[in-house]
């Protein structure tokens, strides 16, 4: 099967449709939908500011640990594809793809006329390096589940030693790479996986660099040479990241001049917006507390949408520890009052969440509608059943830095002191907490979550996850996330998917709270910025942003 230069190699409806809808239509009351990308601009030139709360840790392609990071990366390194306006996946730096019969070989046919920064072709090669480096049992990185479906690769993404051979993707030659899978592979999962979530990295510029030097790299902090629509100046720390048009994008001259990302604090996000010292914000910046103000701005159009993003509740399901019955998690499930938190904290801008598929596309399984409504009587019952010790006092560990979370800890706490819980909060900066979660030295915490469209979640819950924070082993769930992915097709798929979800909160490893709405706005003279603001999707086309009369 081949695609055409200008289109996505499959209409998954299940997903396009469904996906669209569901970011307009989960609005809030009183939100303007997503407006329409024009065709043809009435002005070129001018620059465009974005807003975000918090700096980037750094511009790695293939490590930046939050979304700052991730955002700003998106703007200098280009994928294999990208999203179009209706959610379908369209070439960028692959202007065309092949699917073998089997599906289990993935040919991209690289754009001829792509070019880095420094005017050097991005060829096959670059795409290889950039997935030997994310293999490498040396390089540090948070890639390694999305290739992990490659071939010869472990389900961390990693080669077993230094100079094994990297079976699971090829040059063919300048133009053309292929991607081997271990099993067949549904197209639209490796589309969003490796062709959308792995950035290609200069293979001339990092090379030279050891194993243990790259991740750290003085590029990652000033990447000048990458290969997409902006090329990066400067940045002055915790102010602002300056960005200059590439004219010699291969998808053609952008049309803004230059684009700012700038660190604005939440309390003064509503007043940049209103005197236009900001165009554009990044989704879920907005506090709540201004959402009606922004909302209000004659020069601002502000949207709502739920995106796969969600918070829950890790326990550590440690075989020694305090969760190692069922009963007591499950009890833990029934004792949070989820439906506070949406009403109070979110004031109703966001759902209970049940699971980490997204409501509303084909994955997601309905079944899970109704799961653990707030019972302290069930709770209680089950922890005496369970033989709890009402005097032992848990450490709940708590990143700082989202306020909603934070209030949504003080919650939690009460509500398990009220089931005969004792928990204590310890807030700690998000590297400190990580370092916690990967110890296994604590007993409770918050995390939230953006995971792909794709329903593959093992790095989460599978027991060797990357990211499988709860230290949580289960036979069940390991086969099932494990047959989720050894079948191509969406209604086999789906089939395993539905059991998993249903399994997940039986067993319980997790307590999941909420989905919030996504919160943002654009000032009115700001053109194109539209369709799909998701975490990949709202710098899709930034080359065909443009401002009113230029300014």
């Not at 979530?197 to 030279?208: A, D, M, S, T, Y």
């Not at 075989?319 to 499930?333: E, T, Y």
């Not at 899970?368 to 450490?395: H, I």
Request: glycine share 8%; proline share 6%; hydrophobic share 40%.
């Amino acid at each position: 099967m081949r695609n055409n230069r200008y289109y996505g190699l499959i209409i998954w409806l299940g997903l396009c449709s469904l996906l669209l809808s569901m970011m307009v239509g989960c609005a809030p009351q009183g939100t303007t939908p997503l407006p329409a990308a024009t065709e043809t601009p009435v002005a070129k030139g001018g620059q465009v500011t974005l807003a975000m709360s918090s700096p980037p840790d750094n511009f790695n392609a293939i490590n930046t640990s939050s979304a700052y990071g991730w955002l700003n990366v998106q703007i200098v390194f280009a994928t294999l594809v990208r999203f179009d306006d209706h959610n379908n996946f369209i070439p960028y730096l692959a202007e065309s793809w092949d699917v073998s019969d089997d599906y289990t070989t993935f040919t991209f046919h690289l754009n001829p006329e792509a070019r880095w920064h420094d005017g050097v072709p991005v060829t096959s090669e670059d795409v290889v390096f950039t997935i030997s480096a994310i293999s490498h049992p040396r390089i540090e990185n948070n890639r390694g589940a999305h290739i992990s479906v490659l071939e010869g690769l472990s389900d961390g993404g990693k080669r077993a030693g230094d100079d094994d051979p990297l079976e699971g993707v090829k040059a063919i030659d300048e133009h053309t790479v292929q991607f081997i899978t271990k099993s067949p592979t549904d197209p639209l999962s490796l589309l969003e996986i490796i062709g959308m979530r792995i950035r290609i990295i200069p293979k001339h510029v990092l090379e030279n660099l050891a194993p243990e030097d790259l991740v750290n790299a003085e590029f990652w902090m000033a990447p000048t040479v990458g290969s997409g629509p902006f090329k990066f100046v400067r940045y002055e720390v915790d102010q602002y990241i300056e960005y200059e048009r590439n004219d010699d994008f291969f998808l053609g001259r952008p049309l803004l001049d230059k684009f700012i990302v700038k660190i604005v604090n939440q309390s003064t996000l509503a007043a940049e917006l209103q005197k236009g010292t900001v165009d554009i914000t990044k989704g879920g910046e907005i506090p709540l507390d201004d959402w009606e103000l922004v909302q209000e701005l004659d020069n601002v159009d502000a949207y709502g949408y739920e995106d796969a993003g969600y918070q829950y509740m890790v326990m550590n399901c440690d075989p020694s520890g305090p969760f190692a019955d069922s009963r007591v998690r499950q009890a833990l499930a029934y004792g949070i009052n989820r439906q506070l938190m949406v009403d109070r904290l979110l004031k109703g801008q966001g759902s209970i969440c049940q699971g980490p598929m997204i409501p509303g596309t084909s994955y997601y399984n309905a079944d899970v509608e109704g799961y653990y409504p707030y019972d302290p009587e069930k709770a209680r019952s089950l922890l005496s059943e369970a033989g709890w010790d009402p005097e032992k006092e848990l450490r709940f560990i708590v990143p700082t830095g989202n306020l909603v979370r934070e209030l949504s800890a003080d919650i939690i706490e009460a509500n398990l002191a009220d089931i005969g819980v004792k928990a204590k909060i310890d807030k700690m900066d998000f590297s400190m907490l990580m370092s916690l979660y990967a110890d296994g030295d604590y007993d409770l915490g918050l995390m939230g979550w953006t995971g792909t469209l794709d329903p593959d979640v093992r790095w989460q819950f599978h027991s060797d996850g990357q990211y499988n924070f709860s230290h949580y082993s289960s036979q069940k769930l390991d086969e099932l996330l494990e047959q989720g992915v050894s079948v191509a097709a969406t209604t086999e798929r789906k089939q395993f998917y539905d059991k998993f979800q249903v399994q997940l909160l039986e067993e319980a490893p997790i307590v999941p709270l909420y989905r919030p709405l996504q919160l943002m706005a654009a000032d009115k003279r700001l053109h194109n910025a539209s369709g799909i603001p998701t975490q990949e999707g709202l710098l899709r086309n930034i080359e065909q942003w443009w401002v009113g009369g230029g300014e």
